[in-house]
């Protein structure tokens, strides 16, 4: 089984590239790879080490392995579908339980509409961090789009707030230009988070 390497200094593209093929090759054990996990999150993730939805998913019902299974006729007929990376790469569902194990947020939270097979040219991506907006748009850009938008609230949604203020950066081709919004700019109100903070 190969280490991973300590992550005390920001990995350079070609260190978090081999990394991520060990990682996702299977090449390292489970311990190796919580423990890389945790100190990337714990130091912070830049946009050369690339950049849940489903856990939310599950908590209302949603059955992800029959989603898996049907992704495709769910596209057809409503043209729109959720497509869980543990059903699709075998990879990931490798470190699926070792994500939950952990416990706290980590790069893969940020990598799925990264590492999009579709390989989707337009895209609106929200991120549940605003400071890591302009880094995810730099791994974007790096990467490759026609147009996308990387959004975050303020409160740490990964979506357009009506709460505070929002961090957008529009990401053209191999650039970015960041910018701040507001929903008054919309002709919206403010509300609160609370308003729409659910139940149980």
Do not use: W
């Amino acid at each position: 089984m190969k280490a991973l390497p300590p992550v005390e200094l920001h990995l350079s593209e070609e260190e978090a590239e081999a990394a991520f093929g060990a990682l996702l090759d299977g090449e390292t054990s489970d311990e190796e790879i919580a423990r890389f996990l945790v100190e990337l999150s714990d130091r912070g993730e830049t946009a050369a080490e690339k950049a849940g939805a489903a856990d939310t998913l599950e908590a209302l019902g949603l059955d992800m392995e029959k989603a898996g299974r049907t992704a495709e006729k769910t596209l057809n007929d409503l043209g729109i579908c959720f497509l869980f990376a543990a059903n699709h790469h075998p990879a990931m569902r490798r470190i699926q339980p070792i994500r939950k194990a952990i416990g706290k947020r980590t790069i893969f939270n940020l990598m799925g509409p990264l590492s999009n097979p579709a390989r989707v040219g337009r895209q609106l991506i929200g991120i549940a961090r605003p400071a890591y907006v302009p880094i995810y748009a730099q791994a974007m850009a790096t990467l490759g789009t026609t147009r996308s938008m990387i959004v975050s609230g303020d409160e740490g949604l990964d979506e357009l707030s009506l709460a505070g203020g929002n961090e957008l950066a529009d990401v053209i081709g191999g650039d970015f230009e960041m910018h701040r919004l507001d929903c008054a700019e919309a002709g919206l109100a403010h509300a609160p988070v609370e308003a729409i903070r659910g139940g149980d």
